[in-house]
């Protein structure tokens, strides 16, 4: 019994919200006014959505240029250090060439 009565109650306010709706909408000067006020929430928001793409996109190149930066000094320092190695490499090949002979 508490199931039905539940269900009926559910009914009953769905049935009120939609002629709600329903009369507030027959009147054809706020049923325009909505539908203008929908469209120009629409415009904003879209106008925010590509405002923040816009933003987004800059920053993004922004940080990937100078991640690119730093990625190449980074590889100019290994590179050097390689260089240094080589260098102390056949440094300590002619110091133990020398001891050898």
């Known amino acids: 019994m508490a199931n039905s009565t539940g269900k009926f109650t559910l009914g009953l306010l769905f049935g009120a919200v939609a002629g709600a709706v329903a009369t507030y909408f027959s ?3 706020k049923r325009e006014r909505f539908s203008e006020d929908f469209s120009e929430g629409v415009e904003r928001a879209k106008d925010t ?15 990937r240029k100078r991640l690119m ?22 440094g300590v090949e002619e110091v133990q060439d020398e001891i050898n002979e």
Do not use: P
């Not at 959505?49 to 940080?63: P, Q």
């Not at 930066?69 to 056949?90: G, M, N, Q, V, Y």
């Open 27 to 29: 009147d054809k000067e």
């Open 49 to 63: 959505l590509l405002e923040n793409y816009e933003e987004a996109k800059v920053r993004y190149y922004k940080a």
């Open 69 to 90: 930066k730093e990625t190449e000094d980074l590889l100019e320092e290994a590179e050097e250090f390689d260089a240094l190695r080589e260098e102390i490499s056949e």
